[in-house]
């Protein structure tokens, strides 16, 4: 029997080796990733004969939801030994992370798949989405501005407030983020206007250039940054990662927005304290991962003896929490039972739709 436990100090090489393994990733920033990042705590893994066959890293976070600034952690990476897939060890090994994480009182957990739908059975669903645009040949006529670190966290931290789902990051964590991206070549411009900071993109210039992140304040300044990366693209394809809400039309060979983030609840009592709040409403809930966040509570965390006005899984209250999806829209879907239409209303009301995004994924 496999049986997982929490990474120890000493699993950092056994995971790294697994960890390169598995994705394919550079040494270089492997190297970087683990001894920065790798926080025996916030992971775990699973061994057999003194070999680690299964690991799930995660780094501590802060989160935005709706304004609140949360506590949460971001998955780095799953991963199995080839020779033991299909063996239902990711699924152990996150089962045991996901309770393990509940334990601290973190309210729920984020990360961005590569494949998108891999988490949905285990109550982590679609939360934000991506505006991904490919030019084939691109060409620009605006230079690239440089930017300092400083001045691009200052943006950052300023503009990121408008999303709900977003990582919020201290000025020191800021700096280690850019490492992240300087340690596999990682470049980043700005866009000006009138000297102020209106845009900026962090981007990989190799044999095409990927824009990891692109924020601005304005479709003046989404313009003007294009245009830049266009420019240093020179006739080579230019992929681009966009926040999902601007409206700017962009000549591209592809143009489509689609769900790139999913978040997970891991304390219910926690995220309903820390986010709502509110004693008002009985929810019925379900969730096949983490046993405590079963039954039916207030929306200040409490469980309660009430009939539920609502009953719905997990994922979807956190769908609904962080903003991603209406009342409405959860209804129409059939993932929502509805006991009580005025509750329904009210919470229409308390749980608006919010711009959901996100472009971290360490």
């Given at each position: 029997?496999?049986?997982?436990?929490?990474?120890?100090?000493d699993?950092?090489?056994?995971?790294k080796?697994?960890?390169?393994?598995?994705?394919?990733?550079?040494?270089?920033?492997?190297?970087?990733?683990?001894?920065?990042?790798?926080?025996?705590e916030?992971?775990?893994?699973i061994?057999?004969?003194?070999?680690?066959?299964?690991?799930?890293?995660s780094?501590?976070?802060?989160?935005?939801?709706?304004?609140?600034?949360?506590?949460?952690?971001?998955?780095?990476?799953?991963?199995t030994?080839?020779?033991?897939?299909?063996?239902?060890?990711?699924s152990?090994?996150?089962?045991?992370?996901?309770?393990?994480?509940?334990?601290?009182?973190?309210?729920?957990?984020?990360?961005?798949?590569?494949?998108?739908?891999?988490?949905?059975?285990?109550?982590?669903?679609?939360?934000?989405?991506?505006?991904?645009?490919?030019?084939?040949?691109?060409?620009?006529?605006?230079?690239?501005?440089?930017?300092?670190?400083?001045?691009?966290?200052?943006?950052?931290?300023?503009?990121?407030?408008?999303?709900?789902?977003?990582?919020?990051?201290?000025?020191p964590?800021?700096?280690?983020?850019?490492?992240?991206?300087?340690?596999?070549?990682g470049?980043?411009?700005?866009?000006?206007?009138?000297?102020?900071?209106?845009?900026?993109?962090?981007?990989?210039?190799?044999?095409?250039?990927?824009?990891?992140?692109?924020?601005?304040?304005?479709?003046?300044?989404?313009?003007?940054?294009?245009?830049?990366?266009?420019?240093?693209?020179?006739?080579r394809?230019?992929?681009?990662?966009?926040?999902?809400?601007?409206?700017?039309?962009?000549?591209?060979?592809?143009?489509?927005?689609?769900?790139?983030?999913?978040a997970?609840?891991?304390?219910?009592?926690?995220?309903?304290?820390?986010?709502?709040?509110?004693?008002?409403?009985?929810v019925?809930?379900?969730?096949?991962?983490?046993?405590?966040?079963?039954?039916?509570?207030?929306?200040?965390?409490?469980?309660?003896?009430?009939?539920p006005?609502?009953?719905?899984?997990?994922?979807?209250?956190?769908q609904?929490?962080?903003?991603?999806k209406?009342?409405?829209?959860?209804?129409?879907?059939?993932?929502?039972?509805?006991r009580?239409?005025?509750?329904?209303?009210?919470?229409?009301?308390?749980?608006?739709?919010?711009?959901?995004?996100?472009?971290?994924?360490?």
């Amino acid at each position: 029997m496999y049986k997982p436990r929490i990474a120890r100090p000493d699993d950092i090489e056994d995971i790294k080796k697994l960890w390169i393994d598995r994705f394919g990733e550079e040494e270089g920033f492997a190297d970087f990733m683990f001894s920065s990042r790798y926080i025996p705590e916030y992971s775990a893994c699973i061994e057999e004969n003194g070999k680690i066959i299964s690991a799930l890293q995660s780094i501590p976070q802060n989160i935005l939801i709706r304004g609140r600034i949360l506590p949460c952690t971001i998955l780095a990476g799953v991963s199995t030994d080839e020779e033991y897939t299909g063996r239902g060890l990711m699924s152990r090994v996150f089962s045991f992370y996901m309770n393990h994480i509940a334990s601290l009182d973190i309210p729920l957990t984020v990360h961005t798949p590569a494949n998108h739908p891999t988490f949905f059975s285990k109550g982590h669903l679609s939360a934000t989405n991506t505006r991904f645009v490919t030019i084939n040949s691109a060409v620009g006529y605006t230079e690239p501005e440089n930017i300092r670190p400083d001045e691009l966290y200052k943006f950052y931290s300023t503009v990121c407030t408008k999303y709900s789902g977003i990582i919020s990051r201290s000025y020191p964590d800021f700096l280690f983020k850019l490492k992240d991206y300087e340690s596999t070549g990682g470049k980043y411009i700005a866009v000006r206007i009138n000297g102020m900071v209106t845009g900026y993109a962090v981007y990989f210039d190799y044999y095409e250039v990927l824009a990891e992140e692109v924020l601005a304040i304005d479709s003046e300044s989404y313009e003007k940054l294009v245009d830049m990366l266009k420019t240093i693209s020179n006739g080579r394809k230019l992929s681009m990662k966009l926040p999902p809400d601007i409206g700017i039309e962009i000549v591209a060979d592809s143009d489509e927005t689609k769900p790139k983030g999913v978040a997970g609840i891991a304390s219910l009592e926690t995220l309903l304290r820390m986010a709502v709040g509110i004693d008002d409403f009985a929810v019925e809930v379900q969730d096949r991962i983490v046993e405590q966040n079963n039954g039916v509570f207030n929306l200040s965390g409490g469980k309660t003896t009430k009939s539920p006005q609502i009953c719905l899984s997990v994922g979807h209250l956190m769908q609904l929490i962080e903003g991603y999806k209406s009342i409405e829209e959860l209804r129409e879907e059939g993932v929502v039972h509805i006991r009580d239409d005025n509750a329904m209303r009210e919470l229409s009301k308390l749980f608006p739709k919010q711009n959901c995004f996100i472009f971290d994924e360490y």
